[in-house]
């Protein structure tokens, strides 16, 4: 797992172009590590490859499951009302602050096999849509805090035993 210092994460990602047997693999390996984790998504630079790809096994706030795989996802529409609340990141383990999200996501891409997906969301599986295509932007959700909040996240990382010191 790939953590908050890591370079992976704090870079912008490339287009998968191959769609052969070794995307189909990556995939399996992000959902198995997503899972042993115990997260709700993981972008594949979270795992040290820099291809835009994220898995998700998320509810969203009717505890509706939402469960799937994007391909070069794009977050194509975001709207409703901003609502902040708790978000964490198992690149950040143990830590979690207050984050500003949009109440509703559209993201568009492609699944394994290069066919059009389209994934809508609202509530807790908006915010995890957003976080996760961040992510393949090179953005941590820390990224996004200011203030006070921002300053107290960047402290509890640097006090973290997998911080930056």
Same mark, same amino acid.
């Given at each position: ?63 509706? $499951?939402?469960?799937?795989? #994007? @391909?070069?996802? %794009?977050? +194509? &529409? ?6 902040? *609340? ?14 500003? $999200?949009?109440?509703?996501? #559209? @993201?568009?891409? %492609?699944? +394994? &096999? ?6 809508? *969301? ?14 393949? $932007? ?28």
């Amino acid at each position: 797992m790939s953590l908050f210092g890591d370079p992976v994460l704090h870079s912008p990602c490339e287009e998968v172009t191959d769609f052969g047997p070794a995307l189909a693999r990556l995939v399996e390996d992000m959902f198995a590590t997503m899972y042993a984790a115990q997260g709700v998504g993981l972008a594949a630079n979270q795992i040290g490859v820099g291809l835009k790809v994220f898995v998700y096994d998320c509810p969203d706030d009717d505890d509706l $499951r939402h469960l799937g795989h #994007v @391909v070069n996802p %794009v977050l +194509i &529409e975001v709207d409703g009302i901003t609502v902040r *609340g708790p978000e964490g990141c198992l690149s950040l383990p143990g830590l979690e602050a207050g984050t500003e $999200r949009f109440d509703r996501a #559209v @993201v568009e891409g %492609v699944d +394994i &096999e290069g066919n059009p997906v389209r994934i809508t *969301g609202t509530g807790w599986f908006a915010r995890c849509l957003q976080h996760e295509c961040d992510h393949l $932007r090179g953005t941590v959700y820390t990224d996004r805090l200011t203030g006070l909040r921002r300053a107290r996240a960047l402290r509890a990382v640097r006090r973290a035993p997998w911080g930056t010191g």
